[in-house]
């Protein structure tokens, strides 16, 4: 790694400097009104130069947060002629299973006033999320204005907003600009008198409407405080397709549908509480469409200290499901909820089991209790199936669910000759059991015992992939499997 710093004055000097002009950045945000020029004088006369690669102290230390770069480079002047310029760059950023191939950014001094641009880029020819991503701002006498904008591997526009923040007396006002945004691929009309304030008293106030020719419109709005509550806000979302979101934002799963949701917070004797209302029409998820999802949400903080939700869900117009639990923000945090799964589809599993040339029907019912902490959880309870399949037409199989009640203990499954059972009544037993105290590597040991069980079974019609009949007898002991 190179390092060259170089200062007039030395390390002192700059230290003085850096100390005066935090002093004097502080006192001018007090008075909301910001001098570039008078700032930009008292700059102390400084120069660092840093290029690395991924063998050094950064490199490891962000290896240590989980973090990999193959390189990075910054290079920064100052001083009270020409102000702030410099810019960095990093190359190939690898975070878990995001990855950016390059990341540039540049600060300069321009007519007195500071500017700011970034570039994110993925290049098409080597990374599964290739996109163009860029961010430019500058800073204002009383505040700042920026503009952010997402451009995809065909170069076709899924965002482009801008926001202006001005200090006010009495807190900072954002206005959304230009009148012709981009989001979500969609170009949105939004309201010329749009703000969102947020007071020095912690209130909020908001009018923002962005409307799309199709009807897709997003809405936030925080009304006047009154006598009951200290902030009063809602934000409204209609018709907004999940497909085209998915295709605009980075790494967020393949998934599709309308979404349509109502959501309402309050503040009242300084604790929040929120209540609303979801649906995704058409959900999706990698191409399979599984139907109409739905959700209700509230949450209410307790006098305790304490934070309590429910939730409910609903696919294709029915209660599938329900939640309710409570975190304890004592010391390091944990929570305490109950589970209930009220003939939740089986079929809502084919959209994870795509490619695979499998599919499940029937109902999955049950009760859970999960407390600990999000790092380890402990789960108890039960899992029964109903009329529950699993099937594929094109190898001719279809296996029919045990019944039997699992139960699961200290996050422990217990499998008791839990059966799946072929049309021609041959088992494939299973004995044993599935681990989760730790939810990022899941423990199987099982037993399993089979004869004569068809695992192909298919006469010849338009899904068959082959036309035969295969049938397999085993018996295994302790097959263990772990699964990360």
């Not at 691929?185 to 703000?195: D, G, L």
Request: aromatic share 8%; net charge negative; hydrophobic share 40%.
């Amino acid at each position: 790694m190179l390092l060259d710093f170089a200062a007039r004055g030395g390390l002192e000097q700059i230290g003085k400097k850096g100390g005066e002009l935090a002093q004097i950045v502080q006192k001018q945000l007090k008075h909301r009104s910001i001098d570039q020029i008078y700032l930009r004088k008292r700059l102390p006369n400084m120069a660092l130069h840093i290029v690395g690669g991924n063998n050094n102290i950064v490199s490891n230390l962000l290896r240590y947060l989980h973090y990999e770069v193959s390189t990075f480079k910054l290079h920064l002047d100052a001083n009270a002629h020409e102000g702030i310029n410099g810019h960095m760059a990093v190359g190939a950023l690898k975070h878990g299973a995001l990855v950016i191939d390059t990341i540039y950014g540049r600060l300069q001094h321009v007519d007195d006033r500071l500017h700011f641009a970034a570039t994110v880029h993925n290049d098409k020819r080597k990374n599964p999320n290739p996109f163009t991503a860029t961010f430019e701002s500058s800073l204002l006498s009383h505040g700042v204005k920026a503009e952010l904008a997402f451009t995809d591997a065909n170069n076709k526009k899924g965002l482009q907003v801008g926001a202006e923040v001005e200090m006010e007396d009495g807190g900072t006002r954002i206005h959304l600009t230009p009148e012709k945004a981009i989001v979500a691929y969609r170009e949105f009309t939004i309201n010329p008198e749009n703000f969102v304030f947020w007071g020095d008293d912690r209130r909020l106030r908001a009018n923002v409407n962005l409307l799309a020719d199709d009807g897709t419109s997003l809405s936030l709005h925080g009304e006047e405080a009154d006598s009951t509550y200290k902030n009063n806000i809602s934000v409204v979302v209609n018709h907004l397709n999940l497909g085209e979101l998915a295709s605009v934002v980075p790494y967020l799963p393949p998934i599709s549908g309308e979404l349509n949701a109502d959501f309402h917070i309050v503040e009242q004797n300084n604790q929040f509480a929120a209540v609303g209302t979801a649906e995704a029409k058409k959900f999706g998820y990698q191409g399979v469409v599984m139907g109409d999802l739905g959700g209700e949400l509230s949450y209410q903080p307790t006098e305790d200290g304490n934070h309590h939700a429910e939730t409910f869900v609903t696919f294709n117009g029915k209660e599938i499901a329900e939640a309710v639990g409570t975190y304890f923000a004592k010391d390091e945090g944990s929570f305490a909820g109950k589970v209930k799964l009220k003939s939740l589809p089986m079929n809502m599993m084919d959209a994870f089991l795509e490619g695979t040339q499998t599919k499940m029907k029937g109902a999955l019912n049950g009760e859970l209790a999960v407390q600990g902490t999000a790092d380890k959880p402990v789960v108890n309870g039960s899992l029964s199936f109903d009329k529950a399949h699993i099937y594929s037409n094109v190898y001719g199989v279809d296996l029919t669910m045990d019944t039997t009640t699992v139960s699961i203990h200290n996050s422990v499954l217990e499998l008791k000759d839990f059966a799946l059972t072929a049309v021609d009544g041959s088992p494939l037993k299973m004995s044993g059991i599935i681990n989760m105290e730790r939810p990022d590597a899941m423990f199987l040991n099982l037993d399993m015992i089979a004869k004569k069980f068809p695992i192909i079974d298919t006469k010849r019609n338009r899904e068959s992939l082959v036309t035969a009949r295969c049938s397999l007898t085993l018996q295994l002991t302790s097959m263990e499997l772990l699964i990360n």
